[in-house]
């Protein structure tokens, strides 16, 4: 099997201007999201899945380049 691949959080936070930019632009397209949590996911090294979607979703509708693929650490 083989191994599972494993983001690296910093860079999306970044790749959207950092964790205030990132928490009001979630919250722009409806996620219920404080600062807080944005920052919990730095600390854990882990987006949920639903917000990895939905920050896709979001990129594609603001016409932004967001391939999760150059995100994962090697």
């Not at 964790?19 to 949920?48: A, D, F, M, Q």
């Not at 932004?64 to 150059?70: M, Q, S, V, Y």
């Amino acid at each position: 099997m083989p191994p599972i691949q494993k983001i690296n959080v910093k860079q999306v936070i970044d790749h959207f201007g950092g964790v205030s930019k990132l928490t009001l632009l979630l919250n722009e397209h409806g996620h219920r999201i404080r600062k807080g949590g944005v920052e919990k996911w730095r600390e854990r090294s882990s987006i949920p899945a639903a917000y990895l979607i939905s920050l896709s979703v979001i990129a594609e509708k603001e016409d932004e380049d967001f391939k999760i693929t150059r995100f994962l650490k090697k």
